[in-house]
């Protein structure tokens, strides 16, 4: 999206997902979609960290996600 990615905010998604799309992680809390995921990627979400030691830390994980979009003004 052109933006610095910024913690606790910022997930990279499927190119399914709108950019800008809310995700509610379970046990995470909400996240923004700002970034795309490689195509092979598509059944992931990827959280970004700060620091490369709090992403090894948090490791690879199994979460339910759900999204919630915002409706189109007409």
């Known amino acids: ?3 610095v ?3 606790n905010v910022t997930v990279a998604a499927s190119r399914r997902i709108p950019l800008g799309t809310s995700l509610a992680i379970d ?3 909400w996240r923004r979609v700002e970034d795309r ?3 092979r990627y598509d059944d992931r979400v990827d959280i970004y960290f700060t620091r490369h030691a709090d992403a ?3 490791g690879l994980q199994t979460r339910r996600v759900w999204s919630v979009t915002a409706a189109k003004k007409k």
């Open 27 to 29: 046990g995470i809390g």
């Open 37 to 39: 995921l490689a195509k």
């Open 1 to 3: 999206m052109g933006r």
């Open 5 to 7: 990615p910024v913690q």
């Open 56 to 58: 090894m830390r948090f």
